[in-house]
């Protein structure tokens, strides 16, 4: 066969191949922290069906949706809160009609396993007291980390933001928060209920009350590269799905009513 036709042929079978081998591509997921165990099990239900392994990234949502910003090659985020998805919809980074928020949280004080501290947590509670003359309390940092928005507003509830502010161990994500407490390196931490649940190194003091703090969702979107993926559609409407709630519950997460 002449070699001009020879590569017409090859040409040809590589351009027909091509949609079968984009399908098969893996699909990129940036996730909050928080969701690290529970997507890990739904990753592993997904390829159980057959699809590739998807990638998953898991990070403060403040720093995932920047990298998403800066263009890195994420298919779908999944927030831990509604303000960072905002961020990325109002730069018409992700596709706003395929938004949802499926899954919520509770916010919860926490101390190393072997702790047997009590405590109420209700306006006016004094944790600089329970905290002692010296001690922090570990989170995420309020100021671009959800978990530490959502515990800034509730120490705000409880009036005790201005004492507790400078004596905050400002995490990047809240599974640094947790290893912090587990650690011992702090005799506190504010976290989300399901991390907690998922340490055998911190045991749960308190919950906050649900008024304390904004209701802590989940909103999950396509990023606006991965518009046309169907693979990456077909993966966000599994996170979504009935059988997927089953694994949410399992691990604590809260379902969206």
Known sequence: MPRRRVFLVAASLLLASAPAVRAQQPVTVFAAASLTDALRALAQDWQARGHPAPRLSFAASSALARQIEQGAPADLFLSADEPWMDYLQERNLIVTATRVSPIGNSLVLVAPA??????????????????????????????????????????????????????????????????????????????YETDARASQGVRVVATFPPESHPPITYPFALTRRAEDNAAARALLGFATSA???????????????
């Open 114 to 191: 072997s702790s047997t501290v009590r405590a109420t947590l209700a306006r006016g509670t004094d944790l600089a007291a329970l905290l002692g003359p010296r001690d922090r309390i570990a989170t995420g940092d309020p100021a671009n980390v959800p978990v530490g928005r959502y515990a800034r507003a509730a120490l705000e509830w409880m009036g005790q933001w201005s004492a507790i502010a400078p004596r905050l161990a400002r995490a990047d994500n809240v599974r640094a928060a947790l290893l912090l407490v587990e650690r011992g390196e702090a005799p506190f931490g504010i976290v």
């Open 243 to 257: 059988e997927a709630a089953a694994t949410w519950g399992r691990f604590g997460f809260v379902l969206a009513r």
